[in-house]
Nanobody
């Protein structure tokens, strides 16, 4: 199983980034997928989840209206479009595969760093 994030980087306040997560080694279309983030010395924080077919999504309140989770099951890829970025969005962002929507997370990626300068 491989879950590999990409697209992180340094962006200015108010800018945008698009994260991608390429999955392999499992039947991507059968799993809900999530994004999390973590800053040093804090617990990993849930950001967004999308159901296996893409019809259901849910978000952390602080990113609603700014972040959009999506997926392309033909490409086994998950996305996170992030707009109006703030310094408090700075974190390592992780992609995860969930057994079911709102269910247990079973596969994790290694993370990609997002840094928002003020």
């Amino acid at each position: 199983v491989r879950v590999v994030e990409s697209g992180g980087g340094l962006v200015q306040y108010g800018g945008s980034l698009r994260l991608s997560c390429a999955a392999s080694g499992f039947v991507f279309r059968n799993y809900a997928m999530s994004w999390y983030r973590q800053v040093p010395e804090k617990e990993r924080e849930f950001i967004a989840e999308i159901s296996s077919g893409g019809g259901n999504t849910r978000y952390l309140d602080s990113v609603k209206g700014r972040f959009t989770i999506s997926r392309d099951n033909t490409k086994n890829t998950l996305y996170l479009e992030m707009n109006s970025l703030k310094p408090e969005d700075t974190a390592v962002y992780f992609c995860a595969a969930d057994r079911t929507y709102r269910g247990q997370t079973i596969y994790w990626g290694q993370g990609t760093q997002v840094t928002v300068s003020s």
